[in-house]
C-alpha cells in the first residue's frame, strides 16, 4: 500500500511540474512584450528577407502603390467636394 501511495505521489508531483511549465510558457506567450515582438518580426519579414537581409521589393512597391493609390483617391474627393 505505501509504495502504491509514494509512486500515486511521485505521479501527482510530476503532473504538477508539467502544469506549472505548461503555464510559464503560456504566461510568456501571452506577454504583451512577447505579443509585439512577434507581430514587429513578421512585418519585418514581409518586408525584408529575414535570411539575407535583402528587401522583397514586390511587398514594397504594392505598400507604396497602396498608399499612393489612398493619396490620390483623398485629392479627387477634394477637388469634387469643392
Partial sequence: MSNDT???E???????????STIDQLVHRASPKTIVGRQVYSTKAHFVDMETGEPRTDNI???AAGVAGVVVLFAVLRKITR
Fill in 6 to 8: 509514494s509512486s500515486l
Fill in 10 to 20: 511521485r505521479e501527482i508531483e510530476a503532473a504538477r511540474e508539467s502544469l506549472a
Fill in 61 to 63: 512597391l504594392k505598400v
